[in-house]
């Protein structure tokens, strides 16, 4: 075993909430340790946004997060903004795009991102240790410890930075709520985020529609969310059913209004204008003939809908606003994009990410109670909560 080497902080997790509060804290003059258990740094930046890494959302706001104390980020993210990490890419030179809902892009690949991080590291003289296997962490005397294969390491400040249990096979574990737990933080129950949803019973037919998918709104109590929803052979998927996914809970039903763009009334507008039309027909004026085809067969209103009573087409009309799905689960962090719940920020300093009761921990990123919506919100909670545990440190 080596001897101890001593540092101004440890930082574990070289993802992107890791990197950033390591650049920032090593620019400051800190003498830094990151580490990973990962081969590389940046590992689900890599795959993020198709592998151009959706890196922030100008439509940042607390209101798009999260959390069972929903004020506890508006803090790090009013301090640094989605303009600030944009001004970082232009810096290295990265070209960029916005797509739709405010979505910014690399124009080339993710590996960018780590690179421009990694490039931000070395100007800080930051020391960065993969591969490396954590073992023991501990504190005592007002410093922390960690050892890591066969050096150990300590510092007055350690921050958590490893992330959650989304995406396992990727490396993903719950090691930073073990370790909250060890120093006397409480963990929220955390569950799948950003998932698909699963079908079964009577429900499972829409499996026949796999691969089909429709511009939609997807509502789950008061959230709701106007994109595409996706049919899988599992149940339901897409940007719309990820987005719903956060708020669901199991038991609850989720309401998809199939003709979001369709006013109040249309079907009985449509008996008027066109009244040997079917209902089968109108469907598929609007949607993929997949789904207007077992959506009518679901109605079950046949013939011509100038024969049909109001009351029916009503009926037919509100279920099509409002069609209720009881996902019977999710296909879990296996498929999740990020975990929600995590490590309690009743513990933690808004200001500054540290433990209120233990100075100088530091818990960032995806390891805290903080979830964002999808299109680049979470990179920018990493990239706003690193950077302010690093101007504590």
């Known amino acids: 075993m080596q001897p101890a080497a001593s ?10 909430a890791g990197l950033m509060c390591a650049a920032t804290a090593g620019q400051r003059g800190r003498r830094v340790l990151l580490l990973d258990h990962a081969k590389r740094p940046g590992k689900k930046i890599l795959i993020s946004g198709g592998g151009r890494c959706n890196f922030t959302n100008l439509g940042v706001a607390a209101d798009r997060f999260l959390s069972k104390n ?6 790090a993210l009013s301090r640094y903004t989605p303009r600030d990490f944009l001004a970082l890419v232009e810096r290295h030179g990265i070209a960029w795009h916005e797509k739709t809902l405010g979505q910014l892009f690399c124009d080339g690949s993710s590996r960018q991102i780590v690179e421009m991080l990694l490039a931000e590291c070395a100007k800080g003289d930051v020391e960065i240790a993969c591969h490396a296997a954590i073992g023991a962490v501990g504190h005592a005397d007002g410093r922390f ?11 007055p400040a350690l921050v958590i930075a490893t992330g959650g249990p989304s995406i396992p096979k990727m490396g ?4 930073a709520y073990d370790l909250a737990r060890q120093f006397g933080l409480k963990v929220v129950q955390p569950r799948p985020a950003l998932v698909p949803l699963t079908l079964s019973g009577e429900e499972a037919l829409f499996r026949e529609l796999s691969g089909v998918s429709a511009e939609v709104v997807a509502r789950c109590g008061k959230a709701a969310f106007r994109e595409a929803a996706l049919f899988t052979h599992r149940g339901l998927s897409g ?6 996914s956060s708020y669901w809970q ?6 998809i209004d199939f003709l979001p763009d369709h006013p109040a009334g249309w079907l009985l507008g449509a008996k008027r204008a066109t009244p040997r039309a079917t209902l089968r027909r109108l469907l598929g004026e609007a949607l993929p003939e997949r789904l207007a085809g077992l959506l009518a067969a679901r109605l079950a209103l046949e013939g011509d809908i100038g024969n049909l009573p109001d009351r029916a087409l009503i009926a037919a009309q509100d279920r099509l606003g409002d069609w209720r799905f009881t996902p019977d689960g999710s296909e879990g962090f296996a498929k999740a994009e990020v975990t929600a719940g995590g490590i309690d920020t009743a513990g933690l300093s808004s200001r500054t990410m540290e433990a209120v009761r233990l100075p ?3 818990v960032i990123g995806e390891a805290v109670d903080v979830t964002g ?3 680049g919100y979470n990179f920018q909670w990493a990239w706003a909560s690193g950077w302010v545990a690093a101007q504590n440190l």
């Open 360 to 362: 100088g921990l530091h």
């Open 239 to 244: 940007p719309a059913i990820l987005q719903i």
């Open 172 to 175: 993903a574990t719950g090691f």
């Open 373 to 375: 919506w999808l299109g």
């Open 70 to 75: 929903p004020h506890f980020a508006k803090s």
């Open 145 to 155: 410890s960690v050892s890591a294969g066969a050096r150990t390491a300590t510092a």
């Open 250 to 255: 199991r038991g609850e039903r989720i309401g």
């Open 7 to 16: 540092y101004d902080a440890i930082i574990l997790g070289a993802g992107a």
